[in-house]
């Protein structure tokens, strides 16, 4: 799996934290590549990892196993018809990071030509601790769906998914919830700021509490209603405060916001086809 050659079309902040996560898992830079059309972050790639970068697709795609599709889902459809010719003949694995974008209109923009694996990040990946969802069409070998893994495990964790609507799902639960616990943190900060705390206090106790929580989660391997359970005593502080998030639908709430963002993501995929 090292030895395999992955060519990134975009080379933006995603791409790049692939690339960066990919060498730190001991992949040789030297097999790996990069086409972008932005001058100025082809060379800082080029002088970060020493990687070969270039502007030209037809220059940068040759000869790979796997094409990392990263570019803006808007342009999606052009660098497509633009590499299609030169992987008519080699058939590499393509994986989509590219929101929104189906496998099966990716397929059907190179012509049928490559098998297709679609990924959906989460920003967090920019720091290596992302959260992922993929979809593999049926005709991605065994071998492609572990070097899409290899690939995506390189900036956080990462689950196959049976179906491909449910990268919908993970639209709303991972791709846009980093969104949700920023909006959290920001009205912790405020409120507490409001009750008295300076605003230098307010940040500090909300984001060491949000990433402690996270971190219990993760590490003790408990779940997380065991863990909100041994936070609330009988008839104490907590307990009341998780009475108010009850009394006011808190629940009820996050289903309609989730529903909407799997909605959402349904609509715009439906435009791109």
């Not at 889902?73 to 299609?84: I, M, S, W």
Request: with cysteine.
């Amino acid at each position: 799996m090292q030895n395999q050659k992955i060519a990134f079309l975009g080379c933006g902040n995603m791409g790049t934290s692939l690339i960066s996560g990919l060498i730190a898992n001991g992949h040789p830079a030297s097999s790996l590549s990069g086409v972008d059309p932005d001058e100025n972050q082809r060379r800082k790639l080029a002088e970060r990892h020493d990687i070969r970068v270039t502007a030209a697709i037809a220059e940068g795609v040759p000869g790979a196993d796997v094409i990392v599709l990263a570019v803006k889902p808007q342009t999606v459809p052009a660098a497509l018809a633009e590499v299609k010719p030169a992987l008519q003949a080699e058939r590499p694995l393509v994986l989509s990071i590219a929101a929104g974008v189906r496998s099966a209109t990716i397929s059907n923009a190179l012509g049928g030509a490559c098998p297709v694996v679609r990924a959906m990040p989460n920003t967090p990946a920019l720091l290596g601790a992302g959260a992922s969802g993929l979809y593999a069409a049926a005709d991605v070998s065994a071998d492609q769906r572990r070097m899409a893994m290899h690939i995506m495990q390189a900036v956080g964790a990462a689950v196959w998914l049976d179906d491909e609507s449910q990268l919908d799902t993970v639209t709303a639960v991972s791709g846009s919830g980093p969104a949700y616990f920023f909006l959290i943190v920001e009205l912790l900060e405020r409120i507490a700021a409001d009750m008295g705390l300076s605003r230098e206090q307010a940040h500090m106790l909300s984001v060491e509490t949000a990433l402690g929580a996270a971190r219990m989660l993760k590490e003790t391997g408990e779940d997380a209603a065991t863990l909100r359970q041994r936070v609330t005593s009988p008839g104490g502080t907590t307990e009341k405060a998780l009475q108010v998030f009850r009394e006011g639908g808190l629940e009820p709430l996050l289903r309609r916001a989730l529903a909407a963002c799997r909605d959402r993501s349904v609509e715009l995929a439906k435009h791109g086809d």
